[in-house]
C-alpha cells in the first residue's frame, strides 16, 4: 500500500542528545514536510523539500536539521540546540510543488511523539 | 504575520444535527483553502479543498467559501459521533510560494449519541 511511514512512534530523548525521526513515502510524491504539533496548536512548519538535494525552512528551523539525499526519504534531526522538543512530529508530502491551487493537499504520516527525560 | 483563527471550541452537537466549523484568514491574498480533520492522537488527513467562493459539497461535508469576508465554513449534516475529532483550517497565501500553508488551531467538535 501507498503511503507514508514515519519511525519511531514514540521517543524519549535525554537533555544534550541529537535524534533522528525517519519518514519515508512511496507515493512518488514531490514535496515533502515537517511540522510540529504542540498540544492545543496548530501545526508549525520546521522544513520543507520539494526535489531531492534541496530543502527550505520553515517558520520554526532553529534546532533542526533535515537532509534529502532520495525522493522517498526526508529524516528530521532533532538537535540538542532546540529548547523546547518535546512535541508530536508530522511528516507530510504531496504531489506537486507548492506553486499551484491544490499544494495544500497532504498527506501526512502517523507521527512521531518525541519526549525529552 | 498572516493567519488563521479558528474557535478552538468545544463544538458540542447532538448526534444527526448541522455542525458548524468557522475560520477566518488575514491574508487577502489567499488562494487556497482546506480543512483536515484530526482525531485525538492521529494525524491529520484532508477532508476538503476550496478555491472559489460559494460552496463545495462532497457527501455530508459542505465548504463554503467568502473571499470579501475572509471566511471560510465548513457544514457537517446528519453528524455522527464518529465525527467526534479536531477540524484544522488551512489557508495558502497568493502565488503558492514555498512553504505559506498556515494552520488555524483547531476546532474541537463533540457529537454527543
Known amino acids: 500500500d501507498g503511503g507514508i511511514t514515519q519511525s519511531p512512534k514514540y521517543l524519549f530523548r535525554k537533555e544534550g542528545q541529537n535524534v533522528t525521526l525517519s519518514c519515508e513515502q512511496n507515493?512518488?510524491?514531490?514535496?515533502m514536510y515537517w511540522y510540529r504539533q504542540d498540544p492545543g496548536q496548530g501545526l508549525r512548519l520546521i522544513y520543507y523539500?520539494?526535489?531531492?538535494?534541496?530543502?527550505q525552512k520553515g517558520d520554526i528551523a532553529e534546532g533542526y536539521s533535515v537532509s534529502r539525499e532520495k525522493k522517498e526519504s526526508f529524516p528530521l534531526t532533532v538537535t540538542s540546540a532546540q529548547k523546547n522538543p518535546t512535541a508530536f512530529y508530522l511528516c507530510?508530502?504531496?504531489?506537486?510543488?507548492?506553486?499551484?491551487?491544490?499544494?495544500?493537499?497532504?498527506?501526512f504520516g502517523e507521527g512521531s511523539r518525541l519526549t525529552v527525560l | 504575520q498572516k493567519e488563521v483563527e479558528q474557535n478552538s471550541g468545544p463544538l458540542s452537537v447532538p448526534e444527526g444535527a448541522i455542525a458548524s466549523l468557522n475560520c477566518t484568514y488575514s491574508?487577502?491574498?489567499?488562494?487556497?483553502f482546506f480543512w483536515y480533520r484530526q482525531y485525538s492522537g492521529k494525524s491529520p488527513e484532508l477532508i476538503m479543498s476550496?478555491?472559489?467562493?460559494g460552496d463545495k459539497e462532497d457527501g455530508r461535508f459542505t465548504a463554503q467559501l467568502n473571499k470579501a469576508s475572509q471566511y471560510v465554513s465548513l457544514l457537517i449534516r446528519d453528524s455522527q459521533p464518529s465525527d467526534s475529532a479536531t477540524y484544522l483550517c488551512?489557508?495558502?497565501?497568493?502565488?503558492?510560494?514555498?512553504?505559506?500553508?498556515?494552520f488555524g488551531k483547531g476546532t474541537k467538535l463533540s457529537v454527543k449519541p
Open positions: 507530510a508530502s504531496s504531489p506537486r510543488p507548492r506553486d499551484t491551487l491544490n499544494t495544500g493537499e497532504l498527506f
Open positions: 507515493l512518488n510524491h514531490d514535496a
Open positions: 523539500s520539494q526535489i531531492v538535494n534541496d530543502f
Open positions: 491574508d487577502r491574498g489567499s488562494q487556497s
Open positions: 476550496i478555491y472559489s467562493n
Open positions: 488551512a489557508v495558502t497565501g497568493y502565488g503558492g510560494s514555498q512553504g505559506n500553508l498556515i
